[in-house]
């Protein structure tokens, strides 16, 4: 069973930084995404990287994430650095195994993680 372990979740204040952890189960082709969720607003996509290292951002987080990846460890990360409030939300992370493809619709990811907290307030 496919199993997505989430870390570095936490609280900062705005303009901070803080570093997303997702570990997978290792797969030659794959799509992992991040995505999130704040109360009362819809789940909104983040960042996508694909298993030849083609990294893709949202208009909202463009110039400010940095998603990579550690092949040899099956590890992916999330580098998010001038943090705002509207980036409070749970972060989650997903994969589609067997392709490079990344999806828009979040629906087409086979498995998630638990999600992890993060409070940007001052």
């Known amino acids: 069973q496919v199993q997505l372990v989430e870390s570095g979740g936490g609280s900062v204040q705005p303009g901070g930084s803080l570093t997303l952890t997702c570990a997978s189960s290792?797969?030659?082709?794959?799509?992992m995404a991040w995505v999130r969720h704040a109360p009362g607003k819809e789940r909104e996509g983040v960042a996508t990287?694909?298993?030849?290292?083609?990294?893709r951002y949202a208009d909202s987080v463009k110039g400010r994430f940095t998603i990579s990846q550690d092949s040899t460890k099956n590890t992916v990360y999330l580098q998010m650095n001038s943090l705002k409030p509207e980036d409070s939300a749970t972060y989650y992370c997903?994969?589609?195994?067997?392709?490079?493809?990344?999806?828009?619709?979040?629906?087409?990811?086979?498995?998630w993680g638990q999600g992890t907290q993060v409070t940007v307030s001052s």
């Open positions: 290792g797969y030659a082709r794959y799509c």
């Open positions: 990287i694909d298993s030849d290292g083609l990294p």
């Open positions: 997903m994969i589609r195994p067997g392709s490079s493809w990344c999806p828009s619709s979040q629906h087409a990811y086979n498995y």
